[in-house]
């Protein structure tokens, strides 16, 4: 049996809400629904290339790391159908610390975190070659 085949409150992402919605504080999971659900819905209708999803700037404004790194992980259930993904912060160094959601056997292997970190360093370094020759050519930005 699939995914898909599966009724809806027997799916990873229906089982793992519902651990939370018992161990998470009622406002906090509350939060975490109001920035899930779209998120959700537009994947289950397979529309995702038009949601826009972020936990910084505005949507994430007010919501503490716990309902963030939640809100993460249970997207990746949802994506993923796994249960068993986790949230890793990586030092980038001059670049600061980030938080990548993986796999449990991914965040337990310190190469394979070694090269992530190294892909997020290079394509910050693209990002802002980028956004210099954007600025240099009076184009946004912002991307």
């Known amino acids: 049996m699939n995914e898909s085949e ?21 406002e906090d999971y509350r939060q975490l629904l ?3 659900e779209p998120v959700l819905r537009a994947l289950e209708e397979q529309r995702l290339p038009a949601v ?8 994430g404004d007010g919501l503490s ?3 963030r790194d939640e809100a993460a992980l249970v ?3 949802a994506v993923t159908g796994r249960l068993d993904n986790e949230v890793v912060e990586i ?10 959601i993986t796999d449990a056997d991914t965040a337990s292997d310190p190469d394979r975190l070694g090269e992530i970190a190294d892909y997020i360093r290079a394509r910050h370094h693209q990002d ?11 184009l946004p930005t912002d991307f």
């Open 91 to 100: 030092d980038l160094g001059d670049n600061g610390p980030v938080r990548v």
């Open 6 to 26: 599966f009724p809806p409150e027997h799916r990873p992402v229906d089982l793992y809400l519902g651990l939370l919605r018992a161990r998470m504080d009622t």
């Open 34 to 36: 109001g920035v899930v």
């Open 128 to 138: 802002e070659e980028l956004r210099g020759i954007a600025e240099a050519s009076g």
């Open 52 to 59: 826009d999803f972020a936990l910084e700037g505005d949507q």
């Open 75 to 77: 997207i990746a259930a």
């Open 65 to 67: 790391q716990e309902v």
